[in-house]
């Protein structure tokens, strides 16, 4: 158990800009989360995954927000035509599929648009 | 969207006194409450979790729920400046299953 991994840990971009963030779950789990987490505010949840299924997507991710997890396991965040309301952490975590099972966290990805 | 409410602090508690962080959350089927502990610049960390009415220790630290009152609180005794941190509520919504979290109380245990 490697726990969850996020790639890269920081990243600067110009405004307008593309980027894209990769997160690698613990291996078992099933579920993958994505959340968003500015200064002085708690994460709040972008979308989540079971398997290869993305199940639910908050009002927040805009269409220039896409998640894809094709194989059921790496998942991929991209942010297309950035913009400086778009800085923040943006963490990833997984889960087993079961009710009430914890949620692990990955060590987040600093995203700052210039 | 169900809510989660935390007081966001600063709370400040002398080193060794019992430090109290509370939250209520307003989705009153939610059965999974969890505190995270988070550092400055850090992602995340659980440190408790709990799912009846009552109370659960874990070392020093003591969760408490009561769901009657839709209430959620961490105790953490004999505070140490290794505690300050922000201390993030979570509530699984049952609907989805994800964790909806809420502002976070920032603590910090003076020497």
């Known amino acids: 158990d490697t726990g969850v991994s996020q790639d890269p840990r920081h990243k600067i971009t110009k405004r307008g800009q593309n980027v894209t963030f990769r997160c690698d779950p613990i291996?078992?789990?099933?579920?993958l989360y994505w959340y968003r987490q500015t200064l002085g505010q708690g994460p709040e949840f972008l979308t989540y995954?079971?398997?290869?299924?993305?199940?639910?997507k908050s009002r927040l991710l805009s269409d220039r927000f896409s998640a894809e997890r094709p194989k059921g396991s790496f998942s991929t965040l991209e942010i297309q035509r950035t913009e400086q309301g778009d800085s923040a952490m943006y963490l990833c975590a997984s889960s087993r599929d079961t009710p009430g099972n914890t949620i692990y966290f990955g060590e987040g990805s600093w995203l700052t648009v210039v | 969207q169900k809510e989660v409410e935390q007081n966001s602090g600063p709370l400040s508690v002398p080193e060794g006194a019992i430090a109290s962080l509370n939250c209520t959350y307003s989705?009153?089927?939610?059965?999974?409450f969890f505190w995270y502990r988070q550092y400055s610049g850090k992602s995340p960390e659980l440190i408790m979790s709990i799912y009846s009415n009552g109370d659960k220790e874990d070392g020093r630290f003591t969760a408490q729920l009561n769901k009657a009152s839709q209430y959620v609180s961490l105790l953490i005794r004999d505070s140490q400046p290794s505690d300050s941190a922000t201390y993030l509520c979570?509530?699984?919504?049952?609907?989805?299953?994800?964790?909806?979290f809420g502002q976070g109380t920032r603590l910090t245990i003076n020497p």
């Open positions: 979570a509530v699984v919504d049952q609907g989805a299953q994800k964790l909806v």
């Open positions: 291996s078992e789990h099933n579920r």
């Open positions: 995954f079971q398997n290869e299924a993305q199940l639910e």
């Open positions: 989705d009153r089927v939610s059965q999974s």
